[in-house]
Structures are given as C-alpha cells and as structure tokens.
C-alpha cells in the first residue's frame, strides 16, 4: 500500500514499497512414454535441470511408474525456456518425450 508522503506547502508525492511480489511460479513435469529410453530421460533431468545421478534416476522412476514428475519449479520464461530446450533436444534424437508446464501457486 503507498504512503503518502506530504511535502510543505503542497506537494504530495505517492511513495510506492520498495518490494515486488515474487512472480507466479511453475512446475516443469516429464511425462511418461512408451518408447523413450530410460537413459536419455536421466540424461535430460541432469544435463537441464542441473539433477545429481540419484536424484534424475528418482524422477524418471516416478514418471515411468506415475505417468508423470515434477523436474522443477521456475517463473514462466525460464519454465518455457527449458521446455523448448528438451522438447528440440528429444525431438532432434527422435525420442517423444514430452515436457508441459503447469501454475504451481494454488
Ligand atoms: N517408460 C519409458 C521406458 O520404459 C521410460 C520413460 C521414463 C519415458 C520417463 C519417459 O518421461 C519419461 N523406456
């Protein structure tokens, strides 16, 4: 909320707050398929989504099993970024992974 700062005689300046709000956040989720190999989905958690050896197996496992997981949480330029960059990634090493987007404030 501003505050009205009055400055003598007449001069009235609206004194906006200093901080922004944080902007809407999204998760980037894997979803499962029947053809891409396990590897490569390993490979695509670690190499854009900066995920240790452990934890891309973990995620993938959970696709695989759950038809879908999180790989992370990001503001809506960066979430898009790297879903166009795993989606040409795929599609240039003719796999169908697919990798969709979804508002992650409730
Ligand atoms: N289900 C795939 C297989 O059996 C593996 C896989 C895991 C594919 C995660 C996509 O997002 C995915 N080869």
């Known amino acids: 909320m501003p505050t009205k700062v009055t400055i003598p005689p007449d001069l009235v300046v609206e004194k906006q707050a200093a901080r922004t709000a944080p902007p809407p956040m999204y998760r980037v989720l894997?979803?499962?398929?029947?053809?891409?190999?396990?590897?490569?989905?390993?490979?695509?958690?670690?190499?854009?989504?900066?995920?240790?050896?452990?934890?891309?197996?973990?995620?993938?496992l959970q696709v695989h099993h759950e038809g879908k997981g999180v790989c992370g949480v990001y503001p809506y330029d960066i979430a898009a970024s790297r879903i166009g960059q795993v989606s040409q990634y795929a599609r240039t090493r003719q796999h169908p992974l697919q990798c969709v987007m979804e508002p992650a404030d409730d």
């Open 30 to 60: 894997l979803l499962n398929d029947d053809y891409t190999p396990m590897e490569f989905v390993v490979q695509v958690l670690q190499k854009f989504f900066g995920k240790s050896q452990d934890d891309a197996m973990r995620v993938m």
